[in-house]
């Protein structure tokens, strides 16, 4: 297909979406896709149905023969789909309304019918049942810099809400919904090799990947229904019982949107930012803390990675019929989680609203391929959600925040990773849906999350904020992998720290993020012995005493420190003498055992190996101390267990 047939209302498509930034002066991305959908939400039928017309542009210097496309609702046809294999087999009791789309037509630039040339296929498992990405084979192949143009008309059956997407009664909430451009990654993009299309199937465990396109999207709903998405609102107008809301939106990886009867809409804003919030009417005691939360992480964000750079952001609070939308992220649009009791002390609305804003960050803009690689999302966030959670209400009740009890942030990965029986399977070479034993969600965030705060622990806050804002600078609306992001943390920890790490980070990921092993540090054994004077035939002069003349009050003290697990990272130890004087001392962790070894008047009375909790991989926190006379009745060990499996258990109720 040559740029020179591209048809008159191609062009139009092109020249509205790519040029005349209505939004951002400059584009934020290459704009490869963009994306023009008029539609109609039958709220008898759930049904979203209509027309879209998009372009992709072969910015390869491949001649590509084919475009592919996701329909992901199609994950929700049948109980026989890859999603519902991988999720256990058979719609639950309330997702029994399943979800399809079908392309009622496909049209070129040239009106050529497509539809004879699409075919379903399954790049990732050959499940015939699967009907979630289609392969159209082009009448004539998309030469370097052709743009493909399509006109599709589609229907959308929404479900019942499943996977935050579907209606309930009312409600809609309208997510993955129309035909959607897989990436074209030519070589040398990411992991590529050679060219070809990333476009995998809807799994059970897994979230998306898309590049940064425009939306014009037209959307008619009952006059009745209060409506919100990842667009801004262009304009509204009324005709007879059926409004149409038409919104843009440019540079986002993902269009949603809903709709509901009951819902009330604020506003407010965050410097240039303008913020609407659709919440539930009756929980208007949660509009404050939900606005208070999400302009935190925009500050926090905006001080140590960068500018959030859209002028738009809505977020939704849904109802308890809709809960199951809630907690996800559409980049400029984000679902949250509340209800009309919310006691103060516990901070879910708060935690939930700044770990979905932060995906706007490294799902929105950064945008990796999250099937492939969903730590570079998830893990990353879920570090950033707790240091912000932490840093804005309070260093250890970032969760809950209680008299009886606090809860830190920061503790909940490390917990749940720590604690997973699993913790050990293979990190960074699976796809989503391949992770072994349950383990998507302990691998992509939990311990991602713990290894990022084991890292800052090693290379300092302000080296570890350096690094992610030269990963944003350099990788914001361009797809890094884990390779790029590594490749980042090598360039900056270079330049801050070469003196004590050396040309590169390797032997930290290569344990880490790459490897299988665990982390524990462990104090094996306090030893003081008083001094014995040299007796018998002794060969040379005793230097000891000399040093220290009254010998009968003299010790050789002995710290002996075990490296009982497979990784190796730097620790400090402190060691406290019973005359109250301290040493802080640095090993390099390598060795299997390690002795620290003193001379004086005074006996070492505790050590403690990482005092500031730094190495948050170590699985063991319990035995990096000892001291050397134990309490009889050790009480604050019983009350640490306790508050470790309260906290645990918290955590798991959480995930
Ligand atoms: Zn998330």
Not at 343 to 352: A, G, N, R, Y
Not at 398 to 423: A, E, F, N, Q
Not at 502 to 529: A, E, H
Request: aromatic residues 14%; charged residues 20%; negative net charge.
């Amino acid at each position: 297909m040559r740029k020179t047939l591209i048809s008159l209302a191609c062009l139009f498509l092109i020249i509205q979406i790519v040029s005349p930034q209505i939004i951002n002066k400059v584009p934020l991305s290459e704009r490869i896709t963009g994306y023009k959908i008029n539609v109609t939400l039958d709220t008898d039928a759930k049904t979203v149905g209509g027309n879209l017309e998009a372009f992709w542009i072969n910015k390869s210097s491949d001649t590509v023969p084919d475009i592919r496309m996701h329909l992901y609702m199609n994950a929700f046809r049948s109980n026989r789909t890859t999603f519902y294999k991988e999720s256990g087999g058979s719609p639950g009791e309330n997702e029994k309304d399943p979800g399809w789309i079908e392309i009622e037509s496909f049209h070129d630039k040239n009106d050529v019918d497509l539809l004879p040339m699409m075919e379903f296929i399954r790049p990732d498992d050959g499940n015939s049942e699967d009907k979630t990405v289609i392969r159209v084979l082009l009448p004539e192949p998309a030469l370097p810099g052709d743009t493909v143009f399509v006109k599709i008309d589609f229907v959308t059956k929404l479900p019942s809400a499943i996977r935050r997407t579907g209606y309930t009664d009312n409600y809609f909430f309208v997510a993955q919904w129309f035909p959607k451009f897989g990436v074209y990654e030519p070589a040398g993009m990411r992991y590529a090799t050679s060219g070809g299309w990333n476009c995998h199937q809807f799994h059970a465990n897994s979230e998306f990947y898309s590049n940064h396109s425009v939306y014009d999207v037209k959307i008619k709903v009952p006059e009745s229904y209060v409506t919100g998405s990842g667009g801004q609102l262009i304009s509204e107008t009324l005709d007879g019982e059926m409004k149409t809301l038409v919104f843009r939106a440019e540079d986002i990886v993902d269009f949603a949107w809903t709709a509901w009867t009951d819902y009330a809409s604020y506003n407010d804003k965050w410097r240039d930012v303008n913020i609407i919030l659709l919440i539930p009417k009756e929980r208007i005691k949660q509009v404050g803390r939900q606005f208070t939360a999400v302009k935190n992480a925009l500050e926090y964000l905006d001080q140590n990675v960068g500018p959030y750079p859209w002028p738009h952001l809505t977020f939704v609070d849904p109802p308890s019929i809709g809960a199951g939308a809630g907690g996800m992220e559409y980049t400029t649009l984000f679902t949250s989680v509340s209800s009309y009791f919310m006691p103060d002390f516990l901070h879910i609305p708060e935690l939930v609203t700044i770990h979905e804003f932060g995906h706007a960050y490294f799902m929105g803009m950064l945008a990796s391929n999250e099937f492939e690689e969903p730590w570079l999302d998830e893990g990353v966030n879920s570090y950033w959600e707790e240091r912000i959670m932490d840093h804005y209400y309070g260093k250890n009740s970032g969760v809950l925040d209680h008299r009886m009890l606090k809860i830190p942030d920061i503790t909940y990965s490390r917990l749940s990773y720590v604690l997973s029986p699993s913790r050990q399977v293979i990190s960074n070479n699976e796809y989503s849906w391949n992770y072994p034993h349950g383990t998507y969600s302990m691998m992509s965030y939990l311990k991602t999350a713990t290894w990022l705060h084991t890292l800052e622990g090693i290379v300092g806050q302000e080296t570890m904020n350096n690094i992610f804002r030269q990963y944003y600078k350099k990788w914001a609306f361009r797809h890094p992998s884990g390779r790029d992001f590594v490749n980042v943390v090598n360039e900056v920890v270079r330049i801050d720290h070469w003196d004590k790490f050396g040309p590169d980070m390797n032997w930290f990921f290569d344990q880490t993020l790459y490897g299988t092993g665990i982390c524990d540090y462990k104090v094996s054994g306090i030893i003081n012995r008083k001094y014995s004077k040299p007796a018998g035939k002794t060969e040379s002069a005793d230097t000891v005493i000399t040093f220290w003349p009254h010998s009968d009050s003299l010790y050789t003290s002995t710290a002996r420190l075990e490296r009982a697990g497979e990784i190796m990272l730097p620790v400090d130890v402190l060691i406290h003498f019973t005359d109250g004087s301290e040493l802080l001392e640095s090993w390099d962790g390598k060795a299997r055992y390690k002795d620290f070894k003193y001379t004086g008047y005074r006996e070492i009375q505790w050590v403690k190996i990482d005092p500031d909790f730094k190495i948050r991989m170590d699985v063991n926190f319990n035995n990096n101390s000892m001291t050397k006379d134990p309490p009889k009745v050790p009480l604050h060990q019983l009350i640490s267990k306790i508050t470790t499996f309260v906290q645990y258990f918290l955590s798991v109720m959480l995930l």
